[in-house]
């Protein structure tokens, strides 16, 4: 049976079950799994189970939970690879950020709402829809696809993940030819796009002292320094004037050949009418190669506790996004000496290193990047392009390191111009949902061909 009339049929099986698999997605959502301390684990763990369960009933076969030490359980399952096929492994995320409706939620965020074509709640695109991309794909083809599928869906992504350790100590589980990740997507509804590039983090925090102790602003005040003035100056050396991260040495990668609408950016990083954008060059290398810099958090008085004293402490939690292929330790102690040699009137001052966290770029030209331009073409009906991500997956070097020859695949049913992830109002396209489901199925119909053929 050729690959047309195969194609036909999977977007004829795919939209007959698009009923269940919004109304899966809806389930999943009701589930709070905010996996960040001081959560409570009971709706955690519930998801955990709940996604063990979706998976189980679409056909993923000796599914369970693995567990994490530290952590919370990976939900882990597997469909051995027909004879001479290769093997996908396909990953999403069940945790999610945290969400309240006095955040700004139109409506309740752990309560699903479809309007005008979307789903609306807290994990409908990150990384939910990852999950029922990964079950509705298996379903497709009834619980035998034709060629070996493994399932991961951590339970930490959002926060302190411990299932890189679990990986480095268990590669052999892992293994397989092509890697999917479902925790990407497009840049609008309909217009299909790879990730092929995602930048690194790094972070610290710099502490600046000038006093013993608090002392009165009108009698030491012109000549004493403030800690937070002194602060203040630090950080704002970290960008030139016109908004370009001004800290010499970092390094820059080449932009993705997709380039990112400035509209679309605006409206959906709510930008407030008037305010300009800052940095120069594509906007596309600005948020997908190039670094910038974020001061995150401020330690000093609130002005409901303020006094008319001159500060004698003052802090700042400092993160950076690196470029993809950037060392983050170079990187990072790179912005640390930065913030020493430009600290004023010889203030004391404390660096102190947080985290350091790669980027990634995918391995190019293999054959499950081909197939994944071909299923994602056909069922998008559009050219392909290439983008990047501003965000971070550091799981994805644990996984390169315990299968170095597999292909790396990185999309998703988002859509950046309205899926609004980690913000309020977070919502999933049904439609994309779809394309992406029968994309994903095709892969592996493509995959197990071509590799049959060759």
Same mark, same amino acid.
């Given at each position: $049976?050729?690959?047309?009339? $195969?194609?036909?049929?999977?977007? +004829?099986?795919?939209?007959?079950? #698009?009923?269940?698999?919004?109304?899966?997605?809806?389930?999943?959502?009701? @589930?709070?799994?905010? /996996?960040?301390?001081?959560? %409570?684990?009971?709706?955690?763990?519930? #998801?955990?189970?709940?996604? &063990? &369960?979706?998976?189980?009933?679409?056909?993923?076969?000796?599914?369970?939970?693995?567990?994490?030490?530290?952590?919370?359980?990976?939900?882990?399952?597997?469909?051995?690879?027909?004879?001479?096929?290769?093997?996908?492994? #396909?990953?999403?995320? @069940?945790?999610?950020?945290?969400?309240?409706?006095?955040?700004?939620?139109?409506?309740?965020?752990?309560?699903?709402?479809?309007?005008?074509?979307?789903?609306?709640?807290?994990? /409908?695109?990150?990384?939910? +829809?990852?999950?029922?991309?990964?079950?509705?794909?298996?379903?497709? @083809?009834?619980?035998?696809?034709?060629?070996?599928?493994?399932?991961?869906?951590?339970?930490?992504?959002?926060?302190?993940? !411990?299932?890189?350790?679990?990986?480095?100590?268990?590669?052999?589980?892992?293994?397989?030819?092509?890697?999917?990740?479902?925790?990407?997507?497009?840049?609008?509804?309909?217009?299909?796009?790879?990730?092929?590039?995602?930048?690194?983090?790094?972070?610290?925090?710099?502490?600046?002292?000038?006093?013993?102790? %608090?002392?009165?602003?009108?009698? *030491?005040?012109?000549? &004493?320094?403030?800690?937070?003035?002194?602060?203040?100056?630090?950080?704002?050396?970290?960008?030139?004037?016109?908004?370009?991260?001004?800290?010499?040495?970092?390094?820059?990668?080449?932009?993705?050949? $997709?380039?990112?609408?400035?509209?679309?950016?605006?409206?959906?990083?709510?930008?407030?009418?008037?305010?300009?954008?800052?940095?120069?060059?594509?906007?596309?290398?600005?948020?997908?190669?190039?670094?910038?810099?974020?001061?995150?958090?401020?330690? &000093?008085?609130?002005?409901?506790?303020?006094?008319?004293?001159?500060?004698?402490?003052?802090?700042?939690?400092?993160? #950076?996004?690196?470029?993809?292929?950037?060392?983050?330790?170079?990187?990072?102690?790179?912005? $640390?000496?930065?913030?020493?040699?430009?600290?004023?009137?010889?203030? !004391?001052?404390?660096?102190?290193?947080?985290?350091?966290?790669?980027?990634?770029?995918?391995? /190019?030209?293999?054959?499950?990047?081909?197939?994944?331009?071909?299923?994602?073409?056909?069922?998008?009906?559009?050219?392909?392009?290439?983008?990047?991500?501003?965000?971070?997956?550091?799981?994805?070097?644990?996984?390169?390191?315990?299968?170095?020859?597999?292909? *790396?695949?990185?999309?998703?049913?988002?859509?950046?111009?309205?899926?609004?992830?980690?913000?309020?109002?977070?919502?999933?396209?049904?439609?994309?949902?779809?394309?992406?489901?029968?994309?994903?199925?095709?892969?592996?119909?493509?995959?197990?061909?071509?590799?049959?053929?060759?």
């Amino acid at each position: $049976m050729g690959n047309k009339v $195969m194609f036909e049929e999977i977007v +004829s099986k795919t939209r007959a079950m #698009m009923p269940d698999v919004v109304k899966q997605l809806k389930n999943l959502i009701r @589930y709070p799994s905010v /996996a960040f301390p001081g959560y %409570p684990s009971g709706p955690v763990t519930a #998801m955990a189970d709940a996604t &063990a &369960a979706l998976l189980k009933e679409y056909g993923l076969q000796a599914v369970r939970l693995i567990d994490i030490p530290g952590g919370y359980p990976a939900v882990y399952g597997e469909i051995p690879a027909p004879p001479g096929a290769p093997t996908v492994l #396909m990953y999403a995320h @069940y945790d999610v950020q945290p969400a309240r409706k006095e955040d700004g939620w139109e409506t309740d965020p752990w309560t699903p709402v479809e309007k005008g074509g979307r789903i609306y709640g807290r994990g /409908a695109t990150d990384d939910k +829809s990852g999950i029922v991309i990964a079950a509705a794909s298996i379903r497709v @083809y009834k619980g035998k696809p034709p060629v070996g599928v493994k399932v991961l869906i951590e339970g930490e992504e959002e926060t302190t993940s !411990h299932l890189d350790a679990f990986v480095a100590a268990h590669p052999d589980l892992f293994r397989c030819d092509v890697f999917i990740v479902a925790d990407n997507g497009n840049l609008t509804v309909g217009d299909p796009a790879l990730t092929t590039s995602l930048r690194g983090e790094v972070s610290c925090i710099v502490e600046v002292q000038t006093l013993e102790s %608090p002392v009165h602003s009108g009698a *030491f005040g012109g000549a &004493a320094p403030d800690a937070l003035i002194a602060l203040i100056r630090i950080l704002a050396t970290l960008h030139d004037a016109q908004g370009d991260v001004a800290v010499q040495g970092l390094r820059s990668d080449p932009p993705a050949t $997709m380039e990112y609408p400035e509209k679309i950016y605006r409206e959906s990083a709510g930008l407030l009418e008037g305010v300009d954008l800052i940095g120069t060059g594509p906007l596309g290398a600005r948020i997908w190669s190039k670094p910038s810099v974020t001061v995150i958090g401020i330690d &000093a008085p609130s002005i409901s506790a303020s006094a008319n004293i001159l500060i004698p402490r003052a802090a700042a939690k400092i993160s #950076m996004r690196i470029a993809p292929d950037a060392d983050p330790d170079r990187e990072l102690h790179i912005l $640390m000496d930065h913030l020493r040699a430009v600290a004023p009137w010889n203030v !004391h001052v404390e660096v102190q290193e947080v985290s350091a966290s790669s980027g990634f770029v995918c391995p /190019a030209g293999g054959p499950g990047l081909v197939a994944a331009r071909r299923a994602l073409e056909t069922a998008f009906g559009k050219t392909v392009r290439d983008k990047g991500t501003g965000g971070s997956i550091p799981l994805l070097h644990e996984l390169h390191a315990a299968v170095p020859h597999a292909d *790396f695949i990185l999309w998703g049913a988002e859509d950046a111009a309205c899926s609004r992830i980690h913000g309020t109002n977070e919502s999933v396209d049904t439609g994309e949902l779809e394309r992406t489901i029968v994309a994903q199925s095709l892969f592996l119909l493509l995959l197990g061909t071509e590799r049959k053929n060759v």
